[in-house]
Structure formats: C-alpha cells, structure tokens
C-alpha cells in the first residue's frame, strides 16, 4: 500500500502524518509523491505509524 492510499483511508493529513513521525511536512509529501525515498531511520517510523500497512517495499514498488 502506498502512503497516499494509507493517508487517504485513515484521513491523516501530511502535516499530521510528519509530525507523528518526526519529519517536516515537506519530507513527507515527498515521500507520498514518489519524489523522495524514506531513509533507514525513517522506514521503520512509517511502518510503525501505518500499523505495518506501508512497508519499506511499497517505496520500491515490491509486492509482498
């Protein structure tokens, strides 16, 4: 699942989102746009915070 699908199911706005895991706002519409991938610090916080439905392999488009 994507981050942008995961934030439009849960209702979770980017500035939400990046306050949740510690990023800016900016980071995080990178990283839901595709502009940017998370770094090693960072994938665990997503995964964290999306209850395991976004995963490291979801920025590199691999199917679980």
């Known amino acids: 699942m994507t981050l ?3 934030r439009d199911r849960e209702g979770v706005s ?3 989102f990046a306050t949740r895991i510690g990023r800016t706002s900016e980071a ?3 990283y839901v ?3 940017r991938i998370p770094d090693r610090e ?4 997503i995964a964290r915070h999306t209850d395991g439905q ?3 392999n ?3 488009g691999i199917a679980a």
């Open 4 to 6: 942008q699908d995961w």
């Open 14 to 16: 980017v500035p939400e």
């Open 28 to 30: 995080v519409r990178r």
């Open 33 to 35: 746009l595709g502009d």
């Open 42 to 45: 960072t994938m665990p916080l």
């Open 54 to 56: 976004v995963t490291p």
């Open 58 to 60: 979801d920025f590199f």
